[in-house]
Protein backbone atom coordinates (compact mmCIF):
# COMPACT_ATOMS: atom_id res chain seq x y z
CA UNK A 1 0.00 0.00 0.00
CA UNK A 2 0.73 3.83 0.06
CA UNK A 3 3.38 4.87 2.23
CA UNK A 4 3.43 8.79 3.29
CA UNK A 5 5.49 10.84 5.23
CA UNK A 6 5.93 13.95 6.25
CA UNK A 7 9.45 16.74 6.84
CA UNK A 8 9.55 18.10 9.68
CA UNK A 9 7.53 16.96 12.23
CA UNK A 10 7.03 20.60 13.91
CA UNK A 11 8.38 23.77 12.15
CA UNK A 12 8.31 27.11 13.85
CA UNK A 13 8.29 30.28 11.77
CA UNK A 14 8.21 33.97 12.89
CA UNK A 15 5.37 36.04 11.47
CA UNK A 16 5.94 37.18 7.91
CA UNK A 17 8.40 34.55 7.09
CA UNK A 18 8.27 31.66 4.46
CA UNK A 19 7.06 28.09 5.96
CA UNK A 20 7.54 24.87 3.72
CA UNK A 21 6.18 21.62 4.88
CA UNK A 22 7.46 18.39 2.25
CA UNK A 23 5.64 15.24 2.21
CA UNK A 24 7.41 12.09 0.21
CA UNK A 25 5.00 9.18 -1.16
CA UNK A 26 6.19 5.66 -1.97
CA UNK A 27 3.17 4.40 -5.44
CA UNK A 28 4.47 5.90 -8.11
CA UNK A 29 0.54 5.37 -9.55
CA UNK A 30 -0.24 8.02 -7.66
CA UNK A 31 -1.99 10.84 -8.71
CA UNK A 32 -4.02 12.85 -6.46
CA UNK A 33 -2.10 14.71 -3.86
CA UNK A 34 -4.33 16.92 -0.95
CA UNK A 35 -3.11 18.64 1.83
CA UNK A 36 -5.67 19.77 4.73
CA UNK A 37 -5.08 21.70 7.77
CA UNK A 38 -6.27 21.17 10.91
CA UNK A 39 -6.72 23.74 13.99
CA UNK A 40 -6.92 23.13 17.43
CA UNK A 41 -10.00 21.32 18.27
CA UNK A 42 -11.44 21.54 15.05
CA UNK A 43 -12.12 18.88 11.61
CA UNK A 44 -9.55 18.71 9.04
CA UNK A 45 -10.36 20.72 5.77
CA UNK A 46 -8.62 20.52 2.38
CA UNK A 47 -7.06 23.89 1.56
CA UNK A 48 -4.99 22.88 -1.62
CA UNK A 49 -4.77 19.87 -3.70
CA UNK A 50 -2.79 18.90 -6.89
CA UNK A 51 -3.05 16.36 -9.60
CA UNK A 52 -0.16 14.78 -11.20
CA UNK A 53 -0.72 16.55 -14.56
CA UNK A 54 0.37 20.19 -12.92
CA UNK A 55 3.77 20.89 -11.22
CA UNK A 56 2.44 23.67 -9.32
CA UNK A 57 -0.53 25.31 -7.60
CA UNK A 58 -1.42 28.45 -6.22
CA UNK A 59 -3.82 30.04 -3.96
CA UNK A 60 -3.35 33.62 -2.49
CA UNK A 61 -0.55 32.49 0.07
CA UNK A 62 -0.44 28.86 -0.56
CA UNK A 63 0.73 27.17 -3.00
CA UNK A 64 1.88 23.55 -3.67
CA UNK A 65 4.65 21.94 -5.97
CA UNK A 66 4.98 18.25 -6.91
CA UNK A 67 7.74 16.15 -8.47
CA UNK A 68 6.50 13.02 -9.81
CA UNK A 69 10.17 11.44 -10.24
CA UNK A 70 11.36 12.22 -6.63
CA UNK A 71 7.57 11.25 -5.39
CA UNK A 72 7.79 14.09 -3.23
CA UNK A 73 5.15 17.55 -2.99
CA UNK A 74 5.57 20.60 -0.90
CA UNK A 75 2.97 23.15 0.86
CA UNK A 76 4.31 26.25 0.68
CA UNK A 77 3.01 29.53 3.00
CA UNK A 78 4.45 32.75 2.12
CA UNK A 79 4.08 35.54 4.55
CA UNK A 80 2.84 33.20 7.83
CA UNK A 81 0.24 34.58 10.29
CA UNK A 82 -0.64 33.28 13.25
CA UNK A 83 -4.09 31.99 12.20
CA UNK A 84 -1.64 29.61 10.00
CA UNK A 85 -1.08 27.87 13.18
CA UNK A 86 -2.20 24.39 13.07
CA UNK A 87 -1.18 20.49 11.80
CA UNK A 88 -0.99 20.23 8.22
CA UNK A 89 -1.81 16.52 6.88
CA UNK A 90 -0.58 15.40 3.55
CA UNK A 91 -2.06 12.56 1.57
CA UNK A 92 -1.35 10.32 -1.65
CA UNK A 93 -3.07 7.81 -3.50
CA UNK A 94 -6.61 6.10 -1.87
CA UNK A 95 -6.05 8.80 1.10
CA UNK A 96 -3.54 7.49 3.05
CA UNK A 97 -2.81 10.37 5.40
CA UNK A 98 0.65 11.45 6.98
CA UNK A 99 1.39 11.57 10.28
CA UNK A 100 0.90 15.40 10.10
CA UNK A 101 3.08 18.14 10.86
CA UNK A 102 2.96 21.06 13.68
CA UNK A 103 3.32 24.58 12.29
CA UNK A 104 3.87 27.16 15.03
CA UNK A 105 3.78 31.28 13.65
CA UNK A 106 5.27 33.30 16.61
CA UNK A 107 4.08 36.78 16.10
CA UNK B 1 -27.14 22.16 4.72
CA UNK B 2 -25.21 20.77 7.78
CA UNK B 3 -22.39 18.66 5.94
CA UNK B 4 -21.44 15.99 7.85
CA UNK B 5 -22.81 15.09 11.10
CA UNK B 6 -21.52 12.83 13.92
CA UNK B 7 -22.80 11.62 17.27
CA UNK B 8 -21.91 11.34 19.95
CA UNK B 9 -19.11 14.30 20.71
CA UNK B 10 -17.58 12.61 23.92
CA UNK B 11 -18.11 9.35 25.22
CA UNK B 12 -16.73 7.34 27.76
CA UNK B 13 -16.85 4.02 27.90
CA UNK B 14 -15.55 0.54 30.36
CA UNK B 15 -13.34 -1.78 29.14
CA UNK B 16 -15.60 -4.83 27.34
CA UNK B 17 -18.80 -2.32 26.60
CA UNK B 18 -20.01 -1.21 23.44
CA UNK B 19 -21.43 1.39 21.56
CA UNK B 20 -22.20 2.88 18.19
CA UNK B 21 -21.14 5.77 16.66
CA UNK B 22 -23.36 7.94 13.91
CA UNK B 23 -22.44 9.45 11.08
CA UNK B 24 -25.05 11.23 8.58
CA UNK B 25 -24.11 13.19 5.59
CA UNK B 26 -26.90 15.42 3.30
CA UNK B 27 -24.28 16.36 0.45
CA UNK B 28 -25.44 13.60 -1.55
CA UNK B 29 -21.97 12.00 -1.54
CA UNK B 30 -21.54 8.15 -2.48
CA UNK B 31 -18.68 7.37 -0.42
CA UNK B 32 -18.28 7.58 3.37
CA UNK B 33 -15.30 6.83 5.74
CA UNK B 34 -14.06 6.26 9.45
CA UNK B 35 -10.84 7.86 10.79
CA UNK B 36 -9.10 7.94 14.12
CA UNK B 37 -6.75 10.59 15.32
CA UNK B 38 -4.18 9.72 17.95
CA UNK B 39 -1.56 11.90 19.18
CA UNK B 40 1.66 11.23 16.37
CA UNK B 41 -0.26 9.06 14.25
CA UNK B 42 -1.91 11.39 12.18
CA UNK B 43 -5.37 10.23 10.40
CA UNK B 44 -5.54 6.18 10.09
CA UNK B 45 -8.44 4.84 8.46
CA UNK B 46 -10.56 2.26 9.99
CA UNK B 47 -12.96 1.36 7.40
CA UNK B 48 -14.77 2.87 3.93
CA UNK B 49 -17.77 2.57 1.55
CA UNK B 50 -17.88 3.21 -1.68
CA UNK B 51 -21.43 2.91 -2.18
CA UNK B 52 -24.94 2.13 -0.16
CA UNK B 53 -24.72 -1.79 0.81
CA UNK B 54 -20.74 -1.90 0.21
CA UNK B 55 -18.12 -1.81 2.99
CA UNK B 56 -14.13 -2.00 2.61
CA UNK B 57 -11.27 -2.18 5.58
CA UNK B 58 -8.63 0.58 5.64
CA UNK B 59 -5.50 0.47 7.62
CA UNK B 60 -6.63 -0.52 11.36
CA UNK B 61 -10.22 -2.50 10.99
CA UNK B 62 -9.32 -4.60 13.86
CA UNK B 63 -12.01 -4.36 16.92
CA UNK B 64 -14.46 -2.29 14.43
CA UNK B 65 -17.38 -2.90 12.40
CA UNK B 66 -19.79 -0.71 10.54
CA UNK B 67 -23.07 -0.42 8.42
CA UNK B 68 -23.62 1.44 5.63
CA UNK B 69 -27.42 1.97 6.08
CA UNK B 70 -28.38 3.70 3.24
CA UNK B 71 -26.50 6.77 1.19
CA UNK B 72 -26.84 9.31 3.83
CA UNK B 73 -25.95 7.11 7.31
CA UNK B 74 -22.57 5.01 8.04
CA UNK B 75 -22.18 3.89 11.56
CA UNK B 76 -19.48 2.51 13.29
CA UNK B 77 -19.78 -0.23 16.12
CA UNK B 78 -17.50 -1.04 18.84
CA UNK B 79 -18.48 -4.40 19.85
CA UNK B 80 -16.23 -5.06 22.97
CA UNK B 81 -14.38 -1.53 23.35
CA UNK B 82 -10.71 -1.68 24.62
CA UNK B 83 -8.46 1.24 26.05
CA UNK B 84 -6.39 0.94 22.72
CA UNK B 85 -9.47 2.46 21.28
CA UNK B 86 -9.32 5.34 23.11
CA UNK B 87 -9.10 7.88 20.44
CA UNK B 88 -11.21 10.73 18.32
CA UNK B 89 -12.90 9.01 15.88
CA UNK B 90 -13.90 11.30 12.53
CA UNK B 91 -16.47 10.37 9.63
CA UNK B 92 -16.31 11.67 6.48
CA UNK B 93 -17.58 12.11 2.94
CA UNK B 94 -16.67 12.40 -0.40
CA UNK B 95 -18.50 12.81 -3.77
CA UNK B 96 -16.07 10.66 -5.50
CA UNK B 97 -16.07 6.78 -5.08
CA UNK B 98 -14.05 5.26 -2.17
CA UNK B 99 -10.83 3.06 -2.90
CA UNK B 100 -9.66 4.93 -6.29
CA UNK B 101 -7.17 7.69 -6.31
CA UNK B 102 -9.32 10.86 -7.71
CA UNK B 103 -9.75 14.53 -7.33
CA UNK B 104 -13.08 13.93 -6.50
CA UNK B 105 -12.51 12.40 -3.30
CA UNK B 106 -11.98 15.54 -1.83
CA UNK B 107 -13.00 14.49 2.02
CA UNK B 108 -15.47 16.44 3.76
CA UNK B 109 -15.16 15.43 8.15
CA UNK B 110 -17.42 15.53 10.99
CA UNK B 111 -16.34 17.23 13.74
CA UNK B 112 -14.98 14.49 15.68
CA UNK B 113 -16.51 12.31 18.78
CA UNK B 114 -14.04 11.93 21.42
CA UNK B 115 -13.69 8.06 23.12
CA UNK B 116 -12.16 7.75 26.04
CA UNK B 117 -12.26 3.26 26.92
CA UNK B 118 -11.39 3.01 31.07
Known amino acids: GENVEQHPSTLSVQEGDSAVIKCTYS??????FPWYKQELGKRPQLIID?????GEKKDQRIAVTLNKTAKHFSLHITETQPEDSAVYFC??????FGKGITLSVRP | NAGVTQTPKFQVLKTGQSMTLQCAQDMNHNSMYWYRQDPGMGLRLIYY???????DKGEVPNGYNVSRLNKREFSLRLESAAPSQTSVYFC?????????????????FGAGSRLTVL
Open chain 1, 27 to 32: DSASNY
Open chain 2, 49 to 55: SASEGTT
Open chain 1, 91 to 96: AAGKLT
Open chain 1, 50 to 54: IRSNV
Open chain 2, 92 to 108: ASSEGLAGRDSGANVLT
